[in-house]
């Protein structure tokens, strides 16, 4: 074994050895300089990036006793991840620095959290996977926590972490029940496993692997584990909210994607059953209750239940072009989140969270470039045509036709229709009412800057689906 | 008389293999029990001497030829006094406190090895043996407190266990060096590594970790200037206020067994165990007494780093409690994870002394 | 058969201590009784030579965690009558959590048996054989990453642990050593010369 055979995993090293720099750096700066905890942080992101693309590689290489796998789908989701959360922390920036929340602790823990991400992208075995997932979800606890003056925030820790925490042991559960059955924690043995001794096909598995799709759906947020998604998305701080509603959602695609494909492919009419209802249910309670909300970061939340009924819809088609319209909604969706949240950051000041629909009244007249951009953000995730949100839900209703069930194509419509209720009445909110709030948006230039390409980036995608599009046909096709 | 002992011979030789292995190490237990029993009554007597000399007083003088009958007059009255439990305690771990800990204390010396053929229990994991029993042995102090009802007791105990679990860690560390310059967790294993002359003890190479690991036996032990447990000052006498009689006997035998035991440690991990100190000196002449590895040799050893003990006790002012927990914390675990990097690096490099051992 | 004697003898030892740790009413008992379960499995682990896993098992749980969860109990006054009464509400959930973890193994030990040449007792390992190396040429080679990933989880939680208990509240003494220690004589001295006055 020579450390250049390590080298596909280079990232991961990468990516720890500069949290430990920017953790110990961050010691020795003073308050007043907290700034330069950011540009490294900033640095460390740009640098893991670069030695992603340096080291990605078409082919599939399993590491480290095959608990690693490096291959173009975890490439994909590790670049979209340091993006979204190189965005979120530079959305983040003025508002840590009004709600004196500029530590350096939140960009260690945001980093871990990515950390974490990644290991759960690549993980070739139930216990890497398993290992990421506390490190995301460790991380993710404390973020939400992070403000100490908050008892929203403590509250909504408080349920995020017990409820993660039955998550975790239904997943362990799940793990030990299909440990013993198969005799290996790996994916691919675990798929051969079940090749070759097809009568370990039978109920005993059966329930481990619900144990681990209620892991999955509580990581997910899908109905009905989704009890802790909307209190975590209002009770934590814009920021961190923005972070929760990106990188994780990556993970757990991942986690879905490595565990059911990877590992279950074999077992593909057990687990679709168990996948429509959460799917189902996810679409159908996520949009109808996101009607009901007054306060935009909730709406924010059950609307990504909602979203995750479609991502859950697209996986349990069980084919090549399902798994590639999941992959293409989960990236596009992160991005459209990011902007989004990126709004309700924006529209923050000091003292002041803008986080019910009614702060985006007559946004237009206070800044029409601005308002325009929500707008695109509210279209896109509305899936009105030519933003990016309409192919993605095109993507997964021709998937799920192809895969034959007509009925579930119908619902989705159903629910993408009532879901454009609630996304169109923030733009109406914002170029039809009058404002009740006057104060000049005040954020520096290189958030507006960001931002408006986030947004403009919504439009391009959908005006040019085509190579991102292809793009997930090649990596999971 | 011959006879009578070739008889004994030829009996035992009839007994089976397994029960001549029985009396065999029950025998060994019983020597180094007493001895080590035996070895507390006398320190007790040599603490009291120690101080009295740097104090400008005489200490016991009375009993017998030099106060040496001390310990025993000591003993004696202990023992005829009553043991008195509070009425609202709980009188079943109330009494089985001192026992608990008492009994790590003595059963460390399973695997001490006390000369180079001597050890009553040759095991590979015996570093860490070692490291659990002084683990366990908080559990006396903190049950004594809690069953005590008292809370004078409780406050002594907390401060007993917070203080114990945080040296540990120091402790710990510091062995972890120890393991790495000796490449083996076998006592016996770690003395023989360091033999070849005082050059070669590891009090040299890991002289940092030897600083850490015998202050963090201070502090393990609750000894002065670390023993905020006791604070007469502030809570009467900490853990064992309600104590009386035999029960109070027995937490000062396991106080003093302590002291000896992590002053052994410090002798076998750092200080070449029975080696000799002359080992390489070749104008004492071959075979000479001296450059002998001997059992005189760990005992002079042991003898020296009790004193200090007493030494400590007799110079230093009591720490407060949170200076303690600061040191032990941020001084002292800095210092052992920083050395244990510099041993990874010496070794990996093959410098100094790791060149031999480095794998 | 002394090995068979002596595994029966620790194994109802353990059977004994984990059923005092819930049926004991003061949850201190509880907590000891935890501790004397611990003791026991492991002494078992010490039968099956696993020596180095049992004395990791006394040296962290029984040394370090058991040592905190006693502080902890020890300073609630926690209400007895109340614990006495979840016994009995929590019962058939508990019991129905056992029979499913019972249900597991037998499923597992089914299985297993099927596919390899099935369970036997414990293996005898050849003479040299260290248990302790053995781990550690696993940890460090198979499962390094996991191992890794593990250090790094532990690290996120002190760092998580930290930034959500330590913060500087105004008006608290504190004691800056370093700053202590940097003082010199002439910051605090002043030594005056003084014309020695006449005597009257």
Redesign the interface.
């Known amino acids: 074994m020579n450390l250049t055979d390590l080298l596909p995993a280079a990232p991961e090293m990468t990516l720890l050895g500069l949290i430990c720099v920017v953790l110990l750096a961050d010691l020795f700066v003073e308050d007043e300089k907290r700034v330069i905890t950011f540009w490294l942080t900033i640095a460390a992101l740009f640098i893991t990036g670069t030695s992603l693309v340096l080291t990605a590689q078409e082919t599939r290489t399993v590491l480290f006793d095959g608990s690693y796998v490096s291959d173009p789908l975890s490439h994909v989701l590790k670049l979209t991840a340091v993006g979204v959360v190189a965005i979120g922390f530079m959305y983040a920036r003025d508002y840590l620095h009004q709600n004196k929340l500029f530590k350096g602790e939140y960009y260690v823990l945001g980093l871990f959290g990515l950390l974490g991400t990644m290991v759960m992208i690549s993980a070739n075995s139930m216990l890497t996977m398993y290992l990421g997932l506390e490190t995301l979800s460790l991380s993710l606890f404390a973020l939400v926590a992070f403000d100490r003056n908050s008892a929203t925030a403590a509250e909504s820790a408080m349920k995020f972490f017990v409820l993660g925490a039955i998550a975790s042991g239904a997943l362990l559960y799940g793990i030990s029940w299909i440990y013993g059955i198969t005799g290996s924690l790996q994916f691919h043995e675990i798929s051969e496993a079940i090749r070759t001794n097809p009568e370990i096909n039978a109920v005993p598995l059966w329930f481990g692997l619900a144990f681990v799709i209620v892991g999955i759906g509580f990581k997910f947020g899908a109905v009905p584990f989704h009890m802790w998604l909307p209190d975590v998305y209002q009770g934590a701080r814009s920021p961190v909210t923005l972070y929760i509603a990106t990188a994780p959602k990556l993970a757990a695609l991942a986690l879905t994607l490595r565990i059911l494909v990877d590992g279950f492919s074999g077992l593909h009419e057990v687990w679709q059953g168990m996948i429509m209802v959460l799917a189902v249910l996810s679409l159908v309670i996520g949009n109808v209750v996101a009607i009901a909300q007054t306060n935009i970061k909730r709406m924010l939340g059950y609307s990504a239940i909602g979203h995750v009924g479609f991502i859950l819809l697209a996986v349990f088609c069980g084919t090549g072009q399902g798994y590639a319209a999941a992959l293409f909604y989960t990236l596009t969706y992160v991005v459209m989140a990011a902007g989004s949240f990126g709004m309700v950051i924006l529209l923050s000041r000091q003292g002041f969270e803008a986080e019910l629909l009614s702060d985006f009244k007559g946004l237009n007249a206070r800044s029409p470039w601005f308002a325009f951009m929500m707008l695109f953000f509210m279209f896109g995730l509305a899936g009105v045509p030519p933003w990016v949100g309409f192919f993605a839900k095109l993507n997964v209703i021709s998937a799920v036709l192809d895969a034959g069930f007509p009925g579930l194509a119908v619902l989705m419509v159903l629910a993408a229709v009532v879901g454009a209720f609630y996304y169109i009445r923030v733009v109406w909110l914002m170029y039809f009412e009058s404002a009740e709030e006057r104060a000049i948006l005040q954020a520096k230039v290189d958030t507006r800057f960001i931002l408006s390409l986030n947004g403009l980036a919504v439009l391009a995608i959908g005006l040019m689906p085509g190579w991102l599009l292809s793009l997930c046909m090649r990596v999971l096709g | 008389m011959t006879g009578m002992i070739e008889y004994l011979n030829s009996i035992w030789a009839t007994v089976p293999a397994d029960y001549q292995y029985l009396v065999i190490v029950t025998s060994q237990i019983l020597a180094v029990a007493m001895t080590v029993i035996l070895t507390v009554a006398f320190t007790t007597y040599f603490e009291r001497k120690v101080i009295g000399y740097m104090q400008g007083r005489l200490g016991p003088n009375r009993v017998g030829p030099f106060g040496l009958g001390q310990p025993f007059a000591d003993v004696l009255k202990l023992l005829i006094k009553e043991v008195i439990v509070p009425a609202k305690s709980n009188r079943f771990l109330f009494i089985i406190a001192p026992l608990l800990a008492i009994t790590p204390a003595l059963a460390a010396w399973a695997v001490i090895p006390l000369s180079d053929n001597f050890v009553i229990a040759d095991i590979d994991a015996g570093l860490l043996y070692v490291l659990a029993l002084t683990s366990v042995g908080v559990y006396g102090v903190i049950i004594a407190g809690w069953a005590t009802n008292s809370k004078y007791a409780l406050l002594g105990a907390m401060r007993s266990g917070a203080q114990i679990v945080a040296y540990e860690i120091a402790m710990g560390f510091a062995l972890v060096g120890v393991l790495m310059a000796a490449g083996s967790l076998n006592l016996g294993d770690i003395t023989r590594a360091q033999a070849g002359g005082f050059s070669h003890w590891f009090l040299f190479p890991l002289l940092p970790l030897f600083l850490v690991f015998f202050v963090s036996g201070v502090a393990e032990t609750n000894r002065a200037p670390f023993d905020v447990t006791e604070g007469e000052s502030e809570i009467v006498a900490g853990f064992h206020v309600e104590y009386s009689g035999v029960a109070f006997a027995i937490f000062f035998l396991a106080e003093y067994a302590n002291i000896i035991l992590i002053s052994t440690l410090t002798s076998i991990f750092f200080f070449g165990g029975w080696a000799s100190f002359f080992e390489g000196w070749t104008f004492l002449g071959e075979g000479h007494f001296l450059r002998q590895p001997s059992f005189f040799w760990l005992a002079a050893k042991i003898s020296f780093f009790v004193f200090v003990f007493f030494w400590l006790r007799a110079t230093f002012p009591r720490y407060r409690y949170d200076q303690i927990m600061r040191l032990g914390w941020k001084v002292f675990i800095p210092i052992t994870i920083a050395w244990i990097a510099v041993e990874g690096v010496m070794s990996w490099l093959h410098w100094g002394p790791w060149s031999g051992s480095a794998g | 058969m002394f090995q068979a004697v002596l595994f029966y003898f620790f194994a109802a030892a353990l059977f004994a201590a984990a059923l005092g740790v819930i049926l004991s009413r003061n949850p201190?008992h509880a907590a000891?009784f935890l501790?004397l379960a611990f003791f026991q499995s492991a002494v078992l682990w010490l039968l099956a030579e696993a020596?180095?896993l049992a004395?990791?098992l006394?040296?962290v749980y029984?040394?370090?965690v058991m040592?905190?969860f006693?502080?902890v109990v020890?300073?609630l006054d926690v209400d007895v009558e109340r614990v006495r009464g979840g016994l009995t509400r929590y019962a058939p959930f508990g019991l129905l959590v056992a029979a499913l973890m019972v249900i597991?193994l037998v499923?597992?030990i089914w299985?297993?048996g099927?596919?390899?040449a099935g369970l036997g007792g414990f293996q005898p390992t050849p003479d040299g054989y260290?248990n302790?190396k053995a781990l550690g040429a696993i940890l460090y080679?198979?499962?390094?990453?996991?191992f890794e990933?593990?250090a790094?989880?532990l690290l996120?939680?002190m760092?998580?642990a930290?930034?959500?208990t330590m913060?500087k509240r105004p008006g608290l003494k504190v004691?800056n050593?370093a700053e202590q220690v940097a003082v010199k004589a002439k910051d605090r001295v002043r030594i005056v010369k003084m014309e020695t006055e006449k005597r009257q």
Request: charged fraction near 15%.
């Open positions: 201190v000891l501790v020596e180095f004395i990791v006394v040296l029984v040394g370090a040592v905190l006693l502080f020890m300073m597991e499923q597992v299985f297993r099927r596919t390899d260290s302790t080679t198979e499962h390094v990453y996991a990933i593990a790094v989880i996120l939680a760092v998580a930290i930034t959500l913060r004691q050593i």
